[in-house]
Nanobody, 120 residues
Framework: VQLQAFGGGLVQAGGSLRLSCAASGSIPSINYMGWYRQAPGKQREWVARAVSGGEPNYADSVKGRFTISRDNAKNTVSLEMNNLKPEDTGVYYC???????????????WGQGTLVTVSS
């Protein structure tokens, strides 16, 4: 299973960006897809998650500004980021919990990351 993320870039504070991520490979089922981010010099933190059959979840720091959406048929997840702040700067990683083929186990998969820079 491979996750390909894209859509990062440079934006001024108050601006918007949309990140997208596509999962490919042998994918019987996906439990959830989401996003994490890592700011320079900090640990990776969870941002948002779209769970199958459930409501999306958001970190408090992005609630009301970010919207996650998922296309189950295409195995894609997007993150619409509005009213961006300099503290949103970081590398954003796509994450998916994917069923292993021929098994009932679900494994975590990560994309390569895409850089978001918000200037003040």
């Amino acid at each position: 299973v491979q996750l390909q993320a894209f859509g990062g870039g440079l934006v001024q504070a108050g601006g918007s960006l949309r990140l997208s991520c596509a999962a490919s490979g042998s994918i019987p089922s996906i439990n959830y897809m989401g996003w994490y981010r890592q700011a320079p010099g900090k640990q990776r933190e969870w941002v948002a998650r779209a769970v199958s059959g459930g409501e999306p979840n958001y970190a408090d720091s992005v609630k009301g500004r970010f919207t996650i959406s998922r296309d189950n048929a295409k195995n894609t997840v997007s993150l619409e980021m509005n009213n961006l702040k300099p503290e949103d700067t970081g590398v954003y990683y796509c994450n998916a919990n994917v069923q292993r083929s021929g098994s009932s186990m679900y494994l975590e998969h990560w994309g390569q990351g895409t850089l978001v820079t918000v200037s003040s």
